[in-house]
């Protein structure tokens, strides 16, 4: 069916703000990461679940980035207290099994600005 | 830490010709995953090619070829009969390999241009 798919598509915020990126894998996938993709830079990893269990935040950059999978399917990244340096490309990718080395599916990812 | 060096920022290839990218990498560990992903202008990232470190042969997936050096930890990625369809953001990344590894390194990319 579809691939993976995440909104809002364009997000702009006001310093300060909190912000919730969804993300929507493809049905079936266990494995879920999320990234975040500076302007002219590659996609920098910042957490990764297999079902619902979050085994590695080990990259989300502060205590103000948040994330959840309490199904197993759909996952949400939350950013507290926004900061402009928080403006980036956040992708989802989704991947059939668990474990980093299987293809990944990428989204089309939520261009975050914070002003 | 494992690191992912793309030295080309940006590359132009005629349509029909043959282009090559290149992408270097940093690590101890024998065991990993080598991918090459494309970003199209504002359009999702998709897997071009993969290959294992512990295969020496060198993956091929039509028109897409890898050169891979483990000795050397190089993995260039040469794109023959380029169509205009090739233009995109090209990322080469990293994976260690193992049960609990899930960060995927990548480079900064290179862009590809093609001229008709």
């Known amino acids: 069916g579809a691939g993976v798919s995440q909104s809002p598509r364009y997000k702009v915020a006001k310093r300060g703000q909190d912000v919730a990126l969804r993300c929507d894998p493809i049905?079936?996938?266990?494995?879920l990461f999320w990234y975040q993709q500076a302007l002219g830079q590659g996609p920098e990893f910042l957490t990764y679940?297999?079902?619902?269990?979050?085994?590695?935040k080990s990259g989300l950059p502060s205590d103000r980035f948040f994330a959840e999978r309490p199904e197993g399917s759909v996952s949400t990244l939350k950013i507290q207290r926004t900061q402009q340096e928080d403006s980036a490309v956040y992708l989802c990718?989704?991947?059939?099994?668990?474990?980093?080395?299987?293809?990944?599916?990428f989204g089309p990812g939520t261009r975050l600005l914070v002003l | 830490a494992q690191t992912v060096t793309q030295s080309q920022p940006e590359m132009s290839v005629q349509e029909a010709e043959t282009v090559t990218l290149s992408c270097t990498y940093d690590?101890?560990?024998?065991?990993?995953?080598l991918f090459w992903y494309k970003q199209p202008p504002s359009r999702q990232m998709i897997l071009v090619i993969r290959?294992?470190?512990?295969?020496?042969q060198n993956a091929t997936e039509n028109r897409f070829s890898v050169n891979f050096q483990k000795a050397a930890k190089s993995f260039s990625l040469k794109i023959s009969d380029s169509q205009l369809g090739d233009a995109a953001m090209y990322f080469c990344?990293?994976?260690?390999?193992?049960?609990?590894?899930?960060?995927?390194?990548f480079g900064k990319g290179t862009l590809l241009t093609v001229n008709p």
């Open positions: 690590t101890s560990e024998s065991d990993y995953y």
């Open positions: 990718a989704s991947s059939l099994l668990g474990g980093g080395w299987g293809t990944q599916y």
């Open positions: 990344a990293y994976i260690r390999g193992g049960g609990s590894n899930y960060k995927l390194t």
């Open positions: 049905s079936g996938h266990v494995s």
């Open positions: 679940f297999q079902n619902e269990a979050q085994l590695d």
């Open positions: 290959q294992e470190a512990y295969k020496q």
